[in-house]
């Protein structure tokens, strides 16, 4: 049975906590990103056809 090496083992776990940060920040970019849209380029029916960010402007 083969040993294995500690600091391989902490190398593995830090390579995984590296990509899964990239993961959250990519997913938290997107997010961002889709909400941005939503507020400031999509039309809503509700506030006639207007966007929110266009909406909560006083003229």
């Given amino acids: 049975m083969p040993s294995s090496n500690p600091s391989s083992r ?13 993961r959250v920040e990519a997913l938290d970019a997107l997010l961002a990103e889709r909400i941005r849209t939503y507020n400031e380029h999509r039309l809503h029916s509700s506030l006639r056809s207007k966007t929110p960010k266009k909406r909560s402007k006083k003229p």
């Fill in 10 to 22: 902490v190398s593995k776990r830090a390579s995984r906590a590296s990509l899964e940060a990239k």
